[in-house]
């Protein structure tokens, strides 16, 4: 989708702004992306790394106006902008009785608010180009709820609806909104997820250890991020891209797509055998 000025290997060049690009499917994306020929600002709240190609943007998805700032220095360098890719994100782990309100509004402020944020910045423009695309990276969780990231699977829930809505909003401007929804990779998410502060000494400390543990395996054994970097710069091509997009490994695609099949008794009963629970 977008324009046809050539970029390498027979893809068009576009403007890409990837959110959350210091680090994780974030990073992989915009070297990816930039590997393609596309012109790719990353931005984050920490600087990225030098050499490969991609102008980094101090943006903190949290702040509207570090947003349209961010946005601002796009269209003065490129004149337009075709192509958002939204990745700021964190886990936030523990049981949702020890999960202060605090902590799950800042949950909420990143992973969902952020991202309706730079939504709401870049629709304009691309309603004004006729054309855009919009790739929320989501989260199989986002699909079936994971005990003791509550937070985290509400986001992205919340996520999903909101894309499905807002995708259905745009499409008449000649804009497509689309939802990539990755398993476990093995990225920077392990170590950066946030617990609950007040979870250490709480009823649920032993069940939360164990799930935690198989989420940590899952997630330290997973594939490479390049997987949904790939995957996302191959549906950019895409003239009428779908409106879901899972990535990961089979198992856990398939596991999840049988919360669709399966009574829900059954579903939740092999969910909390998988976690330990």
Request: charged letters at 25%; proline letters at 4%.
């Amino acid at each position: 989708m977008g324009n046809d000025r050539a970029g390498k290997d027979g893809v068009n060049r576009r403007v890409v702004l990837v959110t959350g690009a210091s680090s994780g499917i974030g990073l992989a994306c915009v070297r990816r992306l930039a590997g393609l020929g596309h012109a790719v600002f990353g931005a984050s709240r920490r600087p990225g790394p030098d050499g490969i190609g991609v102008e980094f943007l101090a943006m903190d998805v949290d702040e509207e106006i570090s947003v349209r700032s961010g946005l601002t220095r796009v269209l003065d360098r490129e004149g337009r902008i075709d192509a958002v890719v939204n990745c700021a994100g964190f886990g936030l782990a523990g049981a949702v009785e020890d999960i202060s309100i605090e902590e799950a509004r800042a949950q909420f402020e990143t992973n969902f608010f952020g991202t309706v944020r730079v939504c709401r910045a870049v629709l304009p423009v691309m309603r004004g180009q006729g054309s855009g695309i919009i790739v929320n990276v989501s989260s199989l969780a986002g699909l079936a709820a994971i005990p003791f990231q509550a937070y985290y699977s509400a986001s992205k829930f919340a996520l999903e609806g909101l894309t499905e809505a807002l995708d259905m909003e745009v499409r008449p401007y000649g804009v497509r909104v689309v939802l990539v929804e990755p398993g476990d990779f093995r990225t920077g998410f392990t170590a950066n997820r946030r617990r609950a502060a007040s979870g250490r000494g709480s009823v649920y400390e032993e069940r939360f250890a164990a799930a935690l543990t198989v989420m940590e395996k899952d997630e330290l054994g997973g594939p490479e991020p390049e997987a949904v970097a790939a995957l996302i710069g191959r549906l950019l091509e895409e003239p009428n891209p779908r409106l879901r997009y899972t990535a990961g490994r089979f198992a856990q695609r398939a596991g999840v797509a049988l919360k669709r099949f399966l009574p829900a008794a059954l579903f939740r009963r092999w969910l909390m055998k998988y976690y330990g629970l």
